[in-house]
C-alpha cells in the first residue's frame, strides 16, 4: 500500500483528545443573539443544540442557515491560515521571549545578544495541519456517531453539559444532519488541500531552520 495506508493504524490509535490537545476550538457566534459559544459536533452544550434541521442556538433559538455555519468556519480557517503565514518566529529560552519576523542571518541564533535560544516558528505547519483536521473532525458523520470526538470541556469544568445526548439520538441526528456536515467537511478539505501542497514548498525553503 501507499505511505497514507501506512499512517492509518497509527493515527487511529490516538483518540481525537490526544491528538487535538493543543487545537483551538470552533467559537460560532449566533447570528440571533451574538452569544459566542465552542462548537463540538454532536454533543451536549448548554449553548446549541443540533436538530434535524441543523445548528440552533439554546439561548434565542435561532436556526443556523447552512451558509451562517459555513462563513464561520471559512472565516476561522482563514484566521488560522494567515497567522500561519505570517510567520513569526520565537526564541525557545522562556525567559528570552523574544517574537520576531526576520531571520537572522545566522538562521536559527536568537536574535537577543545575549541569548543561546533558538528560533522557531511559533505556528507551524504541523499546528496548522491539525487545527484544520480538528474542524474536519467536527463535521465528521461518522465520527460524531460513534461519539469519538474530543469533548468540549472537560468533566469538571463549570460550562460542562450535565447529561449527555443519548447516542440514539446522536446516530439519528448524525444521519439528518449528514448533507449539512458534508458540506462543512468540504469547506475544510479544500483548505487542507491547499495546506498540504503549499508546506511541501515550505518546508524546502526553510529547511535551513529547522532544528537536526
Ligand atoms: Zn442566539
Ligand atoms: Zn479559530
Ligand atoms: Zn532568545
Do not use: W
Not at 6 to 28: M, Y
Not at 67 to 87: F, T, V
Amino acid at each position: 500500500g501507499s505511505s497514507a495506508d501506512n499512517l492509518q493504524p497509527l493515527e487511529s490509535a490516538i483518540s481525537d483528545e490526544e491528538r487535538f490537545k493543543g487545537v483551538a476550538s470552533l467559537t460560532l457566534q449566533c447570528p440571533g443573539c451574538s452569544q459566542r459559544f465552542p462548537f463540538g459536533g454532536i454533543v451536549a452544550s448548554k449553548y446549541y443544540q443540533m436538530n434535524f434541521n441543523g445548528l440552533q442556538c439554546a439561548h434565542c433559538h435561532h436556526q443556523f442557515s447552512p451558509l451562517q455555519l459555513s462563513c464561520q468556519l471559512e472565516s476561522h480557517i482563514r484566521s488560522h491560515i494567515s497567522r500561519y503565514y505570517a510567520g513569526y518566529l520565537k526564541c525557545d529560552d522562556s525567559t528570552c521571549g523574544v517574537v520576531t519576523r526576520q531571520i537572522s542571518v545566522f538562521g536559527k541564533r536568537c536574535l537577543s545578544e545575549d541569548c543561546m535560544g533558538v528560533m522557531s516558528y511559533s505556528y507551524t505547519d504541523k499546528q496548522l495541519y491539525n487545527q484544520l483536521q480538528y474542524f474536519g473532525s467536527l463535521f465528521d458523520v461518522k465520527k460524531n456517531k460513534r461519539e469519538l470526538l474530543k469533548p468540549l470541556y472537560r468533566p469538571d469544568h463549570p460550562d460542562a453539559a450535565e447529561t449527555k445526548i443519548p447516542t440514539c439520538q446522536v446516530l439519528a441526528l448524525g444521519e439528518q444532519n449528514r448533507d449539512l456536515f458534508q458540506t462543512m467537511e468540504s469547506v475544510v478539505q479544500k483548505y487542507l488541500g491547499n495546506c498540504a501542497r503549499s508546506f511541501v514548498d515550505m518546508g524546502s525553503i526553510f529547511d535551513f531552520m529547522n532544528p537536526e
